[in-house]
Each structure stands twice: as structure tokens, then as C-alpha cells.
């Protein structure tokens, strides 16, 4: 799953392997990735006495990625990420480690782009990118309701004409910029649908990519967020201190025009630290991020949209469940579920999956509670809604179960979780 691929193995074949058994595509492959990361050097097939398998080159998440910070090198990173058949068999390779944080750093350095109009072409005013706005606005809140598989597709299509635009039509650097950080935004929204349904290694090629194009825009607050998202992806995949130096990165580069954006910069902080263990760090960033929201209001970009009080309410309780303050985190996650809207059916069933979580690892656990708050997250998951973020987020509350398997209620509570997983997968496939 880390490397966007759903093959599975049965754990006694690897048994059969060290016996001597040559292992089917794409295993060699997938095996000898998973030791080059462990191991943070180059293991080939051929050096664990296997011959390579016939799954195309396996690649970086990056590749194809690393061009100059130009305006000319974020189109040709918007090629790569739309132009590649998503049905074809290359493994790409999740960056984890220092690769995670190379275009964090880059972007930091990386030179103005000081001109961005383009003379062929017939000619589009600010009028076409409002209209590009506005679906991509859309396009973002149908995501509150259906989560990441359904939009994926969509997206994309979205993305291939912003593209065609700014190779093809004629428009002065007002329209430029403003064309280059519709591209971005949507980037940035295909890189949260992969990784909602934990396809890691292409959310990261998108991300990259939003991130390259939100420079070429001069827009730094929403190549701030997208640093934001690269960091939140690495606390989920074990990289407590990649995601740390992510979100630092990004509040640091962040001027701070809008108190909304630092807040949500604040919170991917708050994150990190949650994960990294660090109680001190997350505490600093969770006010900090409360104080932005009650700062006086001020204009901020439509895609901060979704982050109020509630929202922040709902992070702040994953932090200190993280850190195994249950009473904190169950007071932030009652404080969301009492101001959720019928448009937070995702978050509304993490934020009952967290809260239940809160209730079984207690010293005395309260299973009564935990089943029923887990009952309604998984009502709120049956419908339309994918998540394989939130369904794992079940799973690891069934893990806590364990000791009480036995019970009816708890049994039931399995079979609807393992359901949940199916049609979770069969939606995101």
C-alpha cells in the first residue's frame, strides 16, 4: 500500500522464498524497495538472489520531477503527473526520509519567477480563470461528500485543460499567475484524493508538482498548505521527524497574511509533534493556531475554507490522543462533533472513530460507549463517503477491541469494519 500498489502475499510465502522459491512479479521488485528503504542504500533484486521482475522501472515518486523552478519546469511537471496512463504497471517508490523534504528545501531557495505571459494563442482574460475557479471550488466540496475515489478522474480532467491553456492561449502575467495557481490548487486536491485512498507515492508526484507550480504563481501561502499536506502524509507513513521539518518549513516560508491559513499551518504542526511525542511543541501550536482564528478576520483563499472552529476543535482532539491526553482529546472531539454540519460526513466519522478511541484505552475501558460512537462512523462511511484514511482509523480501534472479541456487539462491529473495507477498496480501485 505504501507504494500505491494493492498486491498481497500470504505470510507464510516469504518462508518460501528464503527456501529457495523464486517469488511472482511484482514481488521481487516490491521486496527489494522495501529493503532500500530500511536499509537507506541501493538492494536490487539481483543482490537478494532473485531475478528482476518484468513490473517496468521502478522509480522515485519524483521522477520526472526535479526540472528548474521555472515556469517552463512546473508545466513540464504538470505533464508528468497528467500525461502518464494511471492504468499502467511502473512502481513508483514513496519517497520517505530526506527525499520527503528535498523540495521543501528547494522551494525556499528557489528564485522568483518574474514573468508569466504568453503571446501565442487566442488570447483569455481573468473571466476564464474565475470560471476555473469556480469548478475547481466545487470540485473541493463534492470531496467533503464523497471523499477521494470518486473525484480522482475529474480532477485530472480539470487539470489536462488548465494545462492546455497555459501551453496553447494567449494571456497577459496577471492571467498567467492566476492560471498557474488554478494548476496548483488542483494538484494539490489530486494529491489529497491518492492519498485519502493511501495511494502515497502518486500523491506525492502531484504534490511536488502543486508545489513547483505554486512557486512559478508566486503564491506562497498555497505552496505553504501543499507543504502542509506533504507533512501530514508523513506522520501517516512513519516519518514523525520528515513531517515535523515539513510543517515547520512550511509555517516558516508562510508571510502570514491570512490568520486562517497560519492557523491550518499551525495545526500540520501540532500534528507533527503529536506524532514525534513531543507534548510541548504540540501545545505551542494548538494555541497558536486557536489564537489565529480569533484574530480579527481577514481575506484568506478559498481553498482555507474548511478550517473554523470546529474543524480545529477536531485535530486538536487527534493531537492529544496522539500524545495520550484522552481527557484533552475528548474534549476537543466532542466540541467538533457538537459543531459539525451534514457536509462533515469524512471528518465526522474520524472524529467519532478517534473519540471511541479515547473510550477503549482508558484504564477501565467503557466499551458500551466506544461500540456506539463506532457505529455511527461507520454509518456515516456506508453510504457514498471513501476513506481509506478513516477506515483505518477503525481498524486500529478493532485492534484495541481485541481483548474483548468475544462479545457479540464487538463481533458485529468487526464484520461491519471488514465490509466497510471491501467497498472502500472496490469504490477506490
Not at 500500500?1 to 523464486?22: E, I, N, S
Not at 516560508?253 to 495545526?267: E, K, M, R
Not at 484495541?400 to 477498496?425: H, I, K, M, N
Amino acid at each position: 500500500m505504501l507504494h500505491g500498489r494493492r498486491d498481497r502475499v500470504h505470510p507464510k510465502t516469504p518462508y518460501k522464498w528464503l527456501g529457495g522459491a523464486l517469488p511472482r512479479a511484482p514481488w521481487p521488485d516490491l521486496v527489494a524497495a522495501l529493503f532500500t528503504a530500511e536499509l537507506s542504500r541501493p538492494i536490487t533484486p539481483t543482490d537478494l538472489g532473485w531475478t528482476a521482475a518484468s513490473t517496468g522501472p521502478m522509480l522515485p515518486a519524483d521522477s520526472g520531477l526535479q526540472g528548474p523552478w521555472t515556469a517552463e519546469g512546473a508545466l513540464r511537471a504538470i505533464e508528468a503527473v497528467t500525461e502518464a496512463d494511471p492504468m499502467q504497471r511502473r512502481l513508483f517508490l514513496t519517497l520517505t526520509g530526506t527525499a520527503i523534504t528535498v523540495p521543501a528545501h528547494q522551494w525556499l531557495l528557489a528564485t522568483q519567477v518574474t514573468e508569466l505571459a504568453h503571446v501565442a494563442g487566442t488570447r483569455i482574460g481573468l473571466g476564464t480563470v474565475d470560471e476555473i475557479d469556480t469548478m475547481t471550488a466545487s470540485l473541493r466540496r463534492m470531496d467533503d461528500q464523497l471523499g477521494g475515489g470518486a473525484l480522482l478522474e475529474m480532477v485530472r480532467a480539470h487539470l489536462r485543460h488548465v494545462l492546455h491553456l497555459l501551453r496553447h492561449a494567449s494571456y497577459d502575467d496577471t492571467t498567467g499567475r492566476r492560471l498557474h495557481t488554478a494548476a496548483a490548487e488542483l494538484l494539490r486536491l489530486a494529491g489529497w484524493l491518492c492519498f485519502d485512498t493511501s495511494q502515497h507515492a502518486r500523491a506525492q508526484r502531484y504534490w511536488v508538482a502543486a508545489l513547483r507550480t505554486a512557486h512559478s504563481a508566486g503564491d506562497r501561502g498555497l505552496a505553504a498548505n501543499i507543504l502542509g499536506f506533504m507533512s501530514c502524509q508523513a506522520k501517516d507513513i512513519g516519518q514523525p521527524h520528515e513531517a515535523a521539518l515539513l510543517a515547520d518549513t512550511a509555517l516558516s516560508g508562510y508571510p502570514g497574511a491570512s490568520g486562517q491559513v497560519s492557523a491550518i499551518l499551525n495545526l500540520r504542526v501540532a500534528e507533527a509533534y503529536a506524532v514525534a511525542g513531543s507534548a510541548g511543541d504540540t501545545r505551542r501550536a494548538i494555541d497558536a493556531a486557536f489564537t489565529h482564528l480569533d484574530a480579527p478576520a481577514a481575506a484568506s483563499p478559498d481553498w482555507s475554507y474548511w478550517l473554523d472552529e470546529t474543524h480545529a476543535h477536531g485535530q486538536a482532539g487527534y493531537c492529544y490522543l496522539r500524545l495520550g491526553e484522552h481527557t484533552a482529546a475528548r474534549h476537543h472531539l466532542r466540541a467538533a462533533l457538537r459543531g459539525q454540519t451534514g457536509n462533515d460526513s469524512r471528518e465526522g466519522a474520524l472524529r467519532y472513530t478517534l473519540l471511541a478511541t479515547t473510550y477503549t484505552r482508558k484504564p477501565e475501558p467503557d466499551i458500551e460507549r466506544a461500540l456506539s460512537l463506532a457505529g455511527h462512523a461507520v454509518d456515516l462511511l456506508t453510504d457514498q463517503v471513501t476513506s481509506t484514511r478513516v477506515v483505518g482509523h477503525l481498524t486500529t480501534l478493532l485492534s484495541d477491541l481485541t481483548p474483548f472479541r468475544r462479545q457479540p456487539a464487538v463481533r458485529e462491529l468487526g464484520d461491519r469494519v471488514r465490509c466497510l473495507q471491501a467497498a472502500t477498496t472496490s469504490r477506490a480501485n
